[in-house]
């Protein structure tokens, strides 16, 4: 008796859930029906310039950092410069005591000074260090996907985050080892940028590289574009009283707008429900014209 009864209250359920499921697509379909036919929403179709970007992220530092060490033994005799003393390739650093004049083998600022008169110097001790601190770079982290599209002085933006303010770079270095992460390689990528007043190494950026564009494209926003069951996009156009579906080519998107390629004329309007949901089903059922 026990299995019969729990055998009749499963099959209870099963009848109230199938009540429910049909209540519930009837209720979806006079729902939809209606938005279908009075909540359609329009657009424009218009011309833009669409623009995509690849980016980047990572931190200013200097494009030279180099300590200068000293090449042959002597004795120091005279330092030339002082720290915070800035210095040109070529410009005499100190003079040693055989008469021996040791030349800047970099451009930049002395940041630090390691020898002084009367010191002795080995080959490899060290002179001083200096920055170039009027030549930034960034280098950033370029996955396999993206790297072809990166060739050595190609321009970009580089955005500085803690000032708001963006200054052009150039793609100086590209790095031919890849490091794994993940299961995809990075390659190392340097892009050039000409320091400018409160700028300072170590500043997080945002580097940004052309990718496509389409300038005075035709164009819609995104949620005006209706897909049907092969997943190809179209548009909803007035025919009468009742509307049509206009199959489209798409183009070029930066996330908002995309570029109309073919099926659409610059200024048509185009119809389309704003509720995803309502816009399948009126779709299933044929609601949206043919």
């Known amino acids: ?39 359609l929403k329009q657009e424009v179709a218009q011309k833009r310039d669409i623009v995509t970007y690849y980016s ?31 210095v040109e390739k070529g ?49 950033v982290n370029v996955d396999e996907y993206d790297i072809d599209a990166l060739t050595e002085g190609k321009e970009g933006t580089v955005y500085l985050n803690a000032l708001d303010t963006a200054v052009p770079g150039k793609v100086t270095e590209i790095g031919r080892e890849a490091v794994s992460q993940g299961g995809v390689s990075f390659y190392p990528v340097k892009f050039g940028v000409d320091a400018l007043p409160n700028v300072r190494s170590g500043m997080s950026v945002e580097v940004q590289v052309l990718n496509r564009q389409a300038l005075d494209a035709v164009s819609l926003p995104l949620t005006a574009i209706s897909y049907d069951e092969y997943n190809k996009p179209y548009v909803l156009l007035a025919d ?51």
């Open 56 to 86: 980047f992220e990572g931190n200013l530092i200097p494009a030279e950092d180099r300590v200068q060490t000293a090449k042959e033994a002597l004795k120091v005799k005279e330092v030339y410069v002082a720290e915070g003393d800035r």
């Open 91 to 139: 410009d005499a650093l100190l003079r040693g005591t055989d008469g021996t004049r040791i030349p800047a083998a970099y451009t930049g600022t002395v940041e630090t000074l390691f020898v002084e008169a009367d010191d002795p110097l080995q080959p490899g001790s060290q002179l001083c260090r200096i920055v170039d601190w009027e030549h930034l770079e960034v280098s």
């Open 1 to 39: 008796m026990a299995d019969k009864r729990t055998g009749k209250k499963r099959r209870l359920w099963v009848w109230i859930l199938l009540a429910v499921v049909v209540a519930a697509g009837l209720w979806l379909y006079f729902s939809t029906k209606d938005v279908a036919q009075q909540s």
């Open 240 to 290: 009468g009283e009742s509307y049509r579906q206009q199959q489209i080519t798409l183009g070029v998107s930066d996330g908002r707008n995309v570029e109309v390629l073919t099926g659409l004329a610059d200024g048509e309007t185009v119809y389309y429900l704003s509720d995803d949901l309502a816009r399948f089903f009126a779709m299933r059922m044929g609601m949206m014209g043919q």
